[in-house]
């Protein structure tokens, strides 16, 4: 897709931009989404209550990814808006060695300390030995996750997210038949399913390679003077993207250890349910705001303040159309959400109805806060995309989940009430700061 970032039609471009990007990572979430609709129909509750564990796996992984693309694909489009290509070949060179050297760490970690780490992450007796079969051949597939989410970060941003589109539907499909054929015809469980997942992700990868042999690709590596403060500032601007992962699996974790405190194995089987269709709204969100990125940098970096004003406008009346969708869906329908991911016994029917319908409040100020991190990530206000990420991933989420649980009358309710809450509340800050910046400027 020829475009020109800076002349075409602010509102053209973003919808241009929108259906490929909401794609791809719509696309994303099917990785775990199928994986966890192909485990708990095929091999039952405990194994897709093992598998909400290793999810902070896969968020370590992807959010490292996210942290070096992103910020470095943001930086990258500045460079490019201000006609500078050779620093912007200099920052995507320096964010893709960064990514090999985590993605190294994270390597040699997993294949060391795999199981102390999944007890960390509360694996129990009932649930380690499922754990432990998906998740090491997650580590063997560090590569591919931490390069798939950088990969489509840049080839998004080198006006290609066609391609970026293209690479991911490839390997969500390809995963979703792996997964069919290795847990149902061939029998080999959760071994099996993370197999899927693993040659899903490495189709993305390959796919989105082909870029690098495009005429029209700039994402070149240039090795003369290249700069530490450039990885300094690919690690300020990306930073947000990657707490906002590692918060969701925090978010995670402390929610599976205060459901094991309040409702046992039974809360995190319900849990999984939740945070697993959290995945597909976090998903379109990040794709709303992954289509405006590239657009609000690249201008942002040629000073077009009114065209950064129209995509912005754009983004939020999308994003908010998105969740209202969602949040309507699980209010009216709840049990057709938990009919989805398993065959639920009595007990989970009588627990998981009212969870869905608290829970899924959530997904209005989720879906506007995400586009509010990427806008100001995008022009380059960093400390506040960090504090709506840090607001609404860790201080008050974790602080309500642990909090609310202690209040008499509400008890396994206030854990479904945090993150309606959090997310309310950080929406508001966003908006009194993103203000606070405009009147400003």
């Not at 209040?407 to 950080?426: D, H, K, N, Q, R």
Request: some cysteine; proline content about 4%; hydrophobic content about 55%.
């Amino acid at each position: 897709m020829q475009v020109d970032l800076l002349k075409d039609p602010p509102r053209k471009l973003f919808f241009q931009y929108l259906i490929p990007s909401v794609s791809a990572t719509m696309v994303t979430s099917i990785y775990v989404l199928a994986d966890s609709i192909m485990i708990g129909k095929g091999l039952g509750e405990i194994p897709i209550a093992a598998l909400n564990l290793v999810l902070p796996i896969f968020n370590v992984l992807f959010g490292t990814g996210a942290l070096f693309g992103v910020g470095g694909a943001v930086l990258f489009s500045v460079s490019m808006g201000n006609k500078d290509q050779a620093r912007a070949r200099r920052y995507f060179t320096l964010a893709c060695l960064a990514n090999a050297a985590f993605m190294l760490f994270y390597f040699i970690c997993g294949n060391l300390w795999l199981e102390p780490i999944l007890r960390l992450l509360g694996a129990t007796t009932n649930t380690m030995s499922f754990a432990m079969d998906y998740a090491k051949l997650i580590i063997l597939g560090t590569p591919v996750f931490c390069f798939s989410s950088f990969l489509q970060a840049f080839v998004r941003n080198d006006q290609a997210p066609r391609l970026a589109m293209a690479a991911v539907i490839s390997g969500g499909m390809m995963n979703i038949f792996l997964d069919w054929l290795f847990i149902f015809p061939l029998n080999l469980g959760m071994g099996g399913a993370a197999l899927a997942t693993v040659l899903g992700t490495t189709t993305t990868c390959l796919i989105l390679c082909t870029h690098f042999f495009h005429k029209e690709n700039k994402m070149i590596p240039l090795w003369k003077n290249l700069r530490f403060r450039y990885i300094k500032e690919i690690f300020q601007y990306g930073f947000s993207s990657f707490f906002m992962e590692i918060s969701n699996g925090i978010v995670i974790f402390v929610f599976n250890l205060q459901l094991l405190r309040y409702a046992g194995d039974l809360g995190v089987t319900v849990y999984s349910i939740l945070s697993n269709s959290s995945y597909v709204i976090i998903a379109l969100s990040n794709g709303i705001a992954q289509a405006a990125q590239p657009i609000i940098a690249t201008n942002f970096g040629a000073k077009l303040t009114e065209r950064i004003a129209q995509v912005k406008a754009c983004g939020l009346r999308t994003a908010a159309i998105e969740g209202s969708i969602f949040t309507l869906l699980g209010l009216a329908f709840p049990l057709a959400v938990v009919y989805i991911f398993v065959n639920p016994t009595q007990p989970i029917l009588e627990m998981a109805p009212l969870a869905v319908r608290l829970y899924f409040l959530c997904f209005i100020g989720m879906a506007l806060n995400i586009f509010y991190v990427n806008y100001f990530q995008a022009t380059l206000q960093s400390s506040k995309a960090l504090t709506i990420c840090a607001l609404r991933g860790l201080i008050l989420c974790v602080s309500l989940a642990f909090l609310l649980p202690t209040i008499p009358f509400l008890g396994v309710l206030g854990i479904w009430l945090a993150m309606p809450l959090s997310e309310t509340i950080s929406l508001l800050i966003a908006i009194y700061l993103a203000k606070a910046s405009a009147k400003r400027a």
